[in-house]
C-alpha cells in the first residue's frame, strides 16, 4: 500500500507488523490523511493472516504531539461534523489484532488517545503525556476525558484535562496508563519484543481475549463475565486449544496455527 505519512513494514521478527507515523517535522501532527492511512493499514494487517501482532511507533522526540490544529484552526462545528473523523478512530478501535504502542517524546492530545487504543504501551522514559486541548480553548474528543478517566481515575484525569498539565513516563505508569517504561534507545525493540512473544499464542485466543477485556469497559460485570465465558467455551473449538494443551502435557512448546 502507498502512504503519504505513516511506513509501514514488517518488523525483523515473525508474524509482527510495523507502523510508524512519518511527519517528524510537524511532531506527527495527525491530520485527516494521516488517521486515515492508520485505520487503511490497520485493516489491511487484521486481514493479512501471515500478521499476529502490530506495532505503532512514532520517532524518538514525538509518538504523536495531537490532532493537526493547522488543519482544525478555522473549521466550523458543522465542518467538523460534515468530516466526520470520528469514524476513522472507531474503525481503528475495532481492529482485532492486538496493537502495542511504543511511544517516546510527546504524546499529546490526539496523540495520547491514539495511544490509548493501543492493547499495550511500552513508552521511552522521555515520552510525556498529556491532555493540552484546554490550551487552545478545546477540550479533548477522542476518548481523552474517558479511556484516560478508566485508565488512571478521575483525579489525575481531571487534572490533565482541565489544566493542560503533562505527566511523565514515570507518573503514567505509575497511574496506570502505560505498561512499561525502558532507555530511549530500546522502547522500539522492547515493543517489538512484546508484540513478538505475542504472535507465538494462538491468534484466535487472543484475539478473543481482547475482546473481552475491551468488554470490561462497555459492561456490567454481569454481562462481561457472560461474554468472557462464552468466549472462553469457544475457544475449545479450536485446533490451537487442543494443541496448546496437548503441548502442555507432552512437554513440548506448542505451535499455534490460527485455526
Ligand atoms: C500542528 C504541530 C502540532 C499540532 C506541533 N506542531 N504540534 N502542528 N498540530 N498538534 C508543529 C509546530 O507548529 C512546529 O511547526 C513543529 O511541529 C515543531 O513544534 P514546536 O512547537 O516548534 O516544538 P517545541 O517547541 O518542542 O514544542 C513541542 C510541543 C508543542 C510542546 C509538543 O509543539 C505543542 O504544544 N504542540 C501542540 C500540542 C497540542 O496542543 N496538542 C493537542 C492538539 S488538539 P513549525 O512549522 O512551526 O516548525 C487535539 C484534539 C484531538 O489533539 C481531537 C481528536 C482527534
Known amino acids: 500500500m502507498d502512504f503519504s505519512f505513516i511506513l509501514v513494514n514488517p518488523a525483523h521478527v515473525p508474524h509482527v507488523a510495523l507502523i510508524q507515523l512519518n511527519r517528524p517535522k510537524e511532531l506527527n501532527a495527525l ?5 486515515g492511512e492508520i485505520r487503511d493499514a490497520l485493516k489491511a494487517l487484521d486481514e493479512d493472516d501471515s500478521v499476529r501482532a502490530i506495532v505503532i ?31 476513522t478512530w472507531d474503525a481503528i478501535r475495532k481492529t482485532k489484532k492486538p496493537i502495542i504502542g511504543a511511544v517516546s517524546g510527546f504524546a499529546l492530545g490526539g496523540g495520547c ?17 498529556g491532555q493540552p486541548e484546554i490550551n487552545i480553548g478545546v477540550m479533548p474528543g477522542a476518548g481523552g476525558t474517558q479511556r484516560l478517566t478508566r485508565a488512571v481515575g478521575k483525579a ?47 491468534p484466535i485466543a487472543v484475539q478473543l481475549a481482547k475482546e473481552s477485556v475491551l468488554k470490561s469497559f462497555e459492561s456490567s460485570l454481569q454481562e462481561g463475565l457472560y461474554f468472557e ?23 513440548r512448546k506448542a505451535d499455534f496455527k490460527g485455526r
Do not use: H
Open 57 to 87: 511507533t512514532g520517532n524518538e522526540r514525538a509518538f504523536a504531539a495531537g490532532a493537526d490544529i493547522k488543519q482544525m484552526a478555522g473549521k466550523t462545528a458543522v465542518d467538523m461534523l460534515l468530516i466526520d473523523q470520528f469514524s
Open 229 to 251: 465465558r462464552k468466549n472462553f467455551y469457544m475457544l475449545f473449538a479450536t485446533e490451537d486449544q487442543k494443541e496448546g494443551m496437548n503441548a502442555f502435557v507432552e512437554k
Open 156 to 202: 489525575l484525569a481531571m487534572e490533565m484535562v482541565l489544566s493542560g498539565r503533562f505527566i511523565t513516563a514515570e507518573e503514567a505508569k505509575a497511574a496506570g496508563l502505560i505498561n512499561k517504561i525502558v532507555p530511549v534507545e530500546l522502547y522500539l525493540d522492547e515493543a517489538v519484543k512484546m508484540a513478538s512473544a505475542i504472535a507465538a499464542k494462538s
Open 31 to 35: 491530520n485527516l490523511q494521516l488517521m
Open 113 to 129: 488517545e491514539l495511544a490509548m487504543l493501543c492493547d499495550i504501551i511500552i513508552a521511552s522514559e522521555t515520552a510525556q503525556f
